[in-house]
């Protein structure tokens, strides 16, 4: 079993940042892979980004590309998302996720991971 936390998340004015962190308990191995996905009120879950934890370039959704950026500190579990230029539009509630399934290519589909965390909201004011 894996256990995920996230924290970080919070209320911003447009064109701030915020920094989410995944703290992974339990279980884990090298061929994971560590997904971030957000859910807006009334839409569906959707894919933001995601990571190796063995290394490797991440995989972002066009809608945070160059914005956004996924890091990982394999000595503390930890994933974390730097969430930089805030919309609006990027207000939804944030997912941390494990799929404990190596694939060769990081999945934007979130039946692939087995494991969720609790979720943090990320607020983004006008």
């Known amino acids: 079993q894996v256990q995920l936390v996230e924290s970080g998340g919070g209320l911003v004015q447009a064109g701030g940042s915020l920094r989410l962190s995944c703290a992974a308990s339990?279980?884990?191995?090298?061929?994971?892979?560590m997904g971030w996905f957000r859910q807006a009120p009334g839409k569906e879950r959707e894919f933001v980004g995601a990571?190796?934890?063995?290394?490797?370039?991440?995989k972002y959704a066009d809608s945070v590309k160059g914005r956004f950026t996924i890091s990982r500190d394999n000595a503390e579990k930890t994933v974390h998302l730097q969430m930089n230029s805030l919309k609006p539009e990027d207000t939804a509630v944030y997912f941390c996720?494990?799929?404990?399934?190596?694939?060769?290519?990081?999945?934007?589909?979130?039946?692939?991971?087995?494991?969720w965390g609790q979720g943090t909201q990320v607020t983004v004011s006008s």
């Open positions: 996720a494990a799929d404990r399934d190596f694939t060769a290519v990081l999945s934007t589909d979130s039946k692939a991971y087995d494991y």
């Open positions: 339990g279980r884990t191995l090298m061929t994971y892979t």
């Open positions: 990571i190796w934890w063995s290394g490797g370039s991440p």
